[in-house]
């Protein structure tokens, strides 16, 4: 374990969600290979759940070896289990090339959880701001961390949303929002309804090869999320909202590149490359008052060039 060490106190000094970027860490460690890790993940998620029972508390779960009489999470039928089917969805920004790139990872990950509470409110994008709070345990039963007041997070990580793993962002596409905020009036708020997951992480999709303090390499891990609320992000803040920068309208914002200049429309600064940024694109100007302000167009306004059938921002006939 020692050689873990230098990378689990740089990798791990904040909260154990942030994604360990491979440059942060100083020992290298030859990656296992993908699919072998999980199916040993598999095997100890599902010798887990047969093995335990679990106690839902408000604040907690609880986990105990299964005795005759109790049910084991495999078994009780109070918080159904699920499963889904998912990929690993992680770019990774090469300082090198400037660019986001697909990790490679072609394992068809079978994710287990338990819905606690469905939610009120909305199902954010995957790419939108999320405000969560949680509790991660190992499958040693002790909890290893938890920020139960919450943080806000987005993906990738821009401005002040830090990044998540895998796991954690794309479970909470089975939940919703709290369906309402309500300001107690002494600085304390009450979230009505917010959506709660209970997910079975392979290390996959979690930190895989890079420890972190209090998690060792190619653990498993069992997070207790709470879903609060969300935003609609604007990751490379041109005025376009990700969820309009998606061109071709199939959910996935990474196959957008409308200059094809190797960034995606969502983190392009100017999506058709004709040395206008988008956001100059988007602006006008009108009187207010007597006085001339500037103004971004909604996106429905963003008016096509002179015979172009696209908007302007994404045209490079025009600006
Ligand atoms: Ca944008
Ligand atoms: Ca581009
Ligand atoms: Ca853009
Ligand atoms: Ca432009």
Same mark, same amino acid.
Do not use: A
């Given at each position: 374990m020692k050689r873990f060490f230098i990378s689990a106190v740089i990798c791990g000094s904040s909260? #154990?969600?942030?994604?360990?970027?491979?440059?942060? *860490?100083?020992?290298?460690v030859a990656?296992? *290979?993908?699919?072998?890790? /999980? @199916?040993? *993940? #598999?095997n100890d998620?599902?010798? +887990? #759940? =047969?093995?335990?029972? $679990? =106690?839902i508390n408000e604040k907690n779960i609880e986990f105990t070896a299964v005795e005759s009489g109790s049910a084991s $999470? &495999?078994?009780?039928?109070?918080?159904? %289990?699920?499963? $889904? @089917?998912l990929k690993n969805d992680t770019y990774n920004y090469s300082s090198s090339t400037g660019k986001y790139e697909k990790l490679t990872d072609n394992v068809d990950y079978k994710v287990y959880y338990l819905i606690v509470n469905e939610g009120g409110g909305e199902t954010p994008m995957i790419h939108d701001n999320v405000f969560t709070s949680y509790t991660g345990y190992? #499958?040693? =039963?002790?909890? +290893?961390?938890? /920020?139960? +007041?919450? +943080? &806000?997070?987005a993906y990738p990580s821009y401005s002040s949303y830090t990044e998540i793993i895998s796991g954690y962002r794309q479970i909470l596409q089975q939940i919703k929002t709290a369906s309402a905020i309500v300001d107690n009036g002494d600085g304390t708020y009450t979230h009505e309804n917010p959506g709660r997951v209970i997910v079975f992480i392979p290390s996959g999709l979690g930190y895989f090869s890079s420890a972190q303090s209090s998690i060792g390499a190619y653990t498993p891990l069992i997070f207790d999320?709470?879903? $609060?609320?969300?935003?609609?992000a604007d990751h490379d803040n041109d005025g376009i909202l990700d969820k309009y920068e *998606?061109?071709? @309208? @199939?959910?996935? %914002?990474?196959?957008d590149d409308t200059d094809g200049d190797g960034k995606p429309n969502f983190l392009d600064l100017d999506d058709d490359g004709d040395g206008y940024t988008t956001r100059e694109e988007i602006t006008y100007t009108t009187e207010e008052n007597g006085e001339t302000v500037?103004?971004? /167009?909604?996106?429905?306004?963003?008016?096509?060039?002179?015979?172009?059938t696209v908007k302007k921002h994404i045209d490079k006939n025009c600006h």
């Open positions: 909260l #154990l969600l942030w994604n360990c970027k491979p440059d942060d *860490d100083t020992t290298t990656d296992r *290979d993908r699919q072998e890790v /999980y @199916n040993e *993940d #598999l998620i599902e010798t +887990f #759940l =047969k093995g335990n029972s $679990i =106690k $999470i &495999w078994d009780q039928s109070e918080y159904p %289990l699920q499963s $889904i @089917n190992s #499958l040693d =039963k002790t909890s +290893f961390d938890t /920020y139960p +007041f919450g +943080f &806000w997070s999320i709470t879903l $609060i609320t969300s935003k609609e *998606d061109v071709n @309208n @199939n959910g996935n %914002l990474w196959d500037k103004k971004l /167009y909604s996106f429905d306004q963003i008016p096509t060039c002179d015979g172009g």
